[in-house]
């Protein structure tokens, strides 16, 4: 079985063999291995920079996160305040909706009765007509009997004689109103029977309200079926 033999400075050279101690050989591996530390000293560093940007980054995203969950949330309050004002707002138009129909079925209530009264006034009003009408019609024939009564009454002579037993004649229409005048065979006069007027027997008015004396007749000779 084969031994090794440890050499005093314990380094092998490259045949496996151990060599002699190279302290140039030692620094030269110490520079690289400074040098490596150093790199790897600038790459964490550099990694450690990198982390902390995007802790940055990280925190930055975050808050932004955050400022957006608290937009949302006031957003969210908003959109339930105003679905609760359109809710109120639906409920008012509702119930103004139903106090329009109201009002409209009031409406047309209102103007069918008008129509109603509009018709019936206007019978009433075409009845009026018709009463007015008649009255015409019978004002105007009670004046042509009234003038047919002047007339008829104007025609009528009042004879008398005076005491030689002349014969002397008047109208007996009374001057007042027309009335026919009878003959006062105890005092000898004509006599209104309508308001008292009373004449002498030539016709001279003497008493009541007739303002004028009865007409004289100049042909005094009575006349058959008037007088
Ligand atoms: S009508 Fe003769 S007094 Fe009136």
Redesign the pocket.
Known sequence: MATHKRSTNGHKNGNGRHGRFDPGLVLAQAQQVTTSANEIAVVAGEVSDGAEQQLRSLNDATMNLGSMTASLKESAANAESIAAATEELVSGITEMAASIDQVSAGATQVATAIAQNSAAIQQTSASIAAVSATARDMAASADNVTTAVTEMSASIRAVSRDAEGALQAVSAA?T????I?HWNEAERTWD?P????RFTADGRRFN???AKDLEIIRDPTPRNGID
């Open positions: 009374c007042h109103m027309g009335c005048v209104c309508c308001h008292g007027g009541g309200p007739p």
